[in-house]
């Protein structure tokens, strides 16, 4: 099956072990018994689930390699964070906190990260009531989110003081960057997405504000 191919494909080139490929698996069966119920991801992306999702979250992981500790704003479904979470379960002291206002979403994130394993902490609150008690995260990301120039000023308390910004990025990324350089000045570099050709991958190193 075209799916198996994908998997393994996917797996392959992440590196994983074979642990970490089966609780991707969990993770995989989880979302697409909840998305019956509850819309976690677009329904005509859910046969792409490991070349659209899974490997979109897994190339995180090289933009930061030495990275412990990462906050996922937005979680939704767990992407990328808790993939994250998962891959990185077998190293000592990594963890992921996982911030999403919705409930039913935090209930399938908390669910399948008992079953899984994964070292992550969801948190079912606005992003506003708890950035700043992540002040120190070695990253901050977000995916399919909120335009770039939202995505910093939620993340400023961590990206003013020394955490990296990872946030995924479509075809409209330079519209986004224009429009935040109205209010911010950040240094940024622009990585290409491997899932698609026309998105990219904006790695923010530091924040301030162009009023500052």
């Known amino acids: 099956m075209a799916s198996d191919r994908d998997r393994d ?3 392959a ?3 994983v072990s074979r642990e970490t490929a089966r609780r991707l698996d969990l993770y995989v069966d989880q979302l697409r018994r909840w998305q019956t119920v509850k819309n976690l991801v677009g329904p005509a992306t859910l046969s792409e689930v490991w070349t659209r999702h899974i490997a979109d979250a897994l ?6 390699p030495e990275a412990d500790t ?3 704003l937005g979680a ?3 992407l990328p964070g808790l993939v ?3 891959a990185g379960r077998e190293r000592p002291g990594f963890r992921v906190d996982l911030v999403e206002s919705n409930a039913r979403k935090c209930a399938f994130l908390t669910e399948t990260a008992r079953l899984t394993g994964a070292p992550a902490t969801v948190h079912n609150a606005r992003i506003e009531q708890v950035i700043g008690a992540h002040r120190g995260v070695a990253v901050v990301c977000a995916r399919a989110l909120a335009p770039l120039a939202q995505l910093l000023a939620w993340a400023e308390p961590l990206l003013t003081t020394g955490t990296v910004g990872l946030f995924p990025k479509g075809r409209d990324v330079q519209s986004e960057l224009t429009e935040a350089a109205q209010r911010w000045r950040f240094v940024y570099d622009l990585v290409p997405s491997r899932t698609e050709s ?7 190193t530091t924040l301030s504000r162009v009023d500052s």
């Open 70 to 72: 990462w906050l996922d």
């Open 9 to 11: 494909r996917v797996l």
């Open 13 to 15: 080139a992440a590196g």
């Open 84 to 86: 994250l979470a998962i």
């Open 76 to 78: 939704g479904a767990g």
């Open 59 to 64: 190339q995180l992981r090289e933009l930061a």
């Open 198 to 204: 026309e998105a990219r991958i904006v790695r923010v």
